[in-house]
């Protein structure tokens, strides 16, 4: 790919680029009457157009239909989180028997880990990468101490070595073979949430199973930035968020993969509800649960139709799309981002996710040399929207979805004047 640093450059890409029309599909915040740069797909994805009439959609009903909602219309709420299944089996590479949309993230994690971590006095540990989203290391400690054991010694963290942000294949593959005879559960992030770097999923899920090691991934950052094969891959669970790259809204609904073998498996422990009792039989009432079969059998409670209204959509647009094009265009956004960034900044800025971009998706992770806190700040004010991550992080993703090669340049550009200024 040839790029300059010419504003022509990103122009000429944008007018090239089939997927430009997608933009126009969602609401940019404003400011002073004038969109924001908006860099926050990795926090909470834009709305899409046709949001607000799906959920009204639903609102319309209830008014109208009550009770009876639950059996008319296009969409009965009866069924409703099954019109959510396919799209979103397609996204993580899932058949639709292994996939459901539920509850949230973190309250999918442990109601898998209720039954994918059994850990026994020989094998009682799990792994996690060293900065792991809080949320999910707050659960990973206390399913360890629900099991009377001591996160301190049954807490693994991987981290890269000292001074750098990526963990290598290498240290991977090493930390499995010599720890794995005691992991009970490797449980990771599809792409860490702060460097941005993407983990070998597959690779990473064959050395634990060797090590007879169940596999477990937290795609809140992954699912709808990076193509996924979980079916394939033969990972055992895996959940997420969808208001990040989904475009979901906030707080919306979260989703888990539990993987086909799994599928008929009665005798896995779990916490029960009435939604994961057959379906056949679930309104008989009657006293002895009965699983369903598949992710469904996860279920606790009745669907959130409103929250998965305003995920349809955005699914709808991805199922479209497609995420083969997706992740061709977010590859060339995102060089093309970190090509400017080394072309003009490279004496402020240095980008910690990987260079190599098989090991990340649209989000790159920059530390400034000086001033990181108060440059975030700045960008806010000069209408540019990115976040601010303790310590010392500015992340900013290009989401292919909807930002466009000139968002990328004039985001630079922005950074470079704030920069400027804040040296004169
Ligand atoms: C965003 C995110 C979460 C958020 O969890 P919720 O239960 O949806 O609040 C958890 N884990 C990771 C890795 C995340 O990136």
Redesign the pocket.
């Known amino acids: 790919m040839c790029y300059t640093v010419e504003r022509k450059c990103a122009e000429d890409f944008d007018r090239a680029d089939e997927l430009q029309k997608y933009r126009r599909q969602f609401y940019f915040p404003e400011t002073n009457g004038k969109p924001y740069l908006y860099f926050c797909g990795n926090s909470l994805g834009l709305q899409p157009q046709k949001t607000e009439e799906y959920v009204q959609c639903e609102i319309k009903k209830w008014q109208q239909a009550a009770v009876e909602g639950h059996f008319t219309g296009e969409r009965p709420w009866m069924d409703y989180h099954e019109f959510l299944t396919t799209n979103m089996a397609n996204l993580v590479g899932g058949k639709p028997i292994e996939v459901v949309a539920m509850n ?4 999918n994690l442990h109601l898998l880990m209720v039954s994918f971590y059994r850990p026994t006095p020989q094998k009682n540990k799990i792994l996690i990468e060293k900065s ?2 809080p ?2 290391r707050y659960a990973v400690e206390s399913q360890i101490r629900f099991h009377g054991y001591d996160p301190k010694e049954c807490l693994i963290e991987i981290s890269p070595p000292q001074g750098e942000y990526e963990i290598s294949d290498e240290a991977f593959a090493e930390c499995i073979a010599r720890e794995g005879k005691n992991i009970a559960l490797i449980l990771l ?1 599809g792409v860490n ?1 702060y460097t941005g770097q993407l983990f070998p999923m597959e690779k990473i899920t064959k050395w634990g199973h060797e090590q007879n090691c169940v596999v477990g991934f ?1 795609l ?2 992954a699912i709808g930035n990076i193509p996924l094969e979980l079916h394939k891959w033969q990972v055992d669970f895996a959940v997420w ?1 969808t208001y ?1 790259y989904l475009n979901g809204g906030p707080g919306g609904v ?1 989703g888990s993969f539990v993987h086909e073998r799994y599928a008929e498996d009665s005798s896995l422990p779990r916490f029960c509800g009435w939604w994961g009792h057959e379906k056949s039989t679930r309104f008989a009432m009657p006293d002895n649960f009965e699983v369903m079969s598949g992710a469904e059998g996860w279920q606790l409670s009745n669907a959130p139709v409103l929250s998965m209204a305003a995920l349809i959509p955005s699914l709808e647009i991805f199922a479209e799309v497609g995420m083969d094009k997706l992740r061709t265009k977010s590859l060339k956004l995102t060089s093309y981002f970190e090509f400017l960034l080394q072309e003009k900044l490279s004496n402020e800025v240095e980008v910690i996710t990987p260079k190599d971009t098989n090991k990340r998706g649209a989000q790159l992770s920059l530390h400034l040399k000086k001033g990181g806190k108060e440059i975030h700040k700045a960008l806010l004010e000069n209408g540019v929207i990115c976040d601010w991550r303790e310590p010392n992080s500015i992340r900013v993703a290009p989401v292919p979805l909807y930002n466009n090669f000139l968002d990328v340049w004039l985001f630079v550009e922005t950074l470079e004047t704030l920069l400027k200024d804040k040296k004169a």
Do not use: E, I
């Open positions: 949230s993230l973190t309250t792991a989203f949320s999910d992030g949430y937290d809140a950052h968020c990040k979260g």
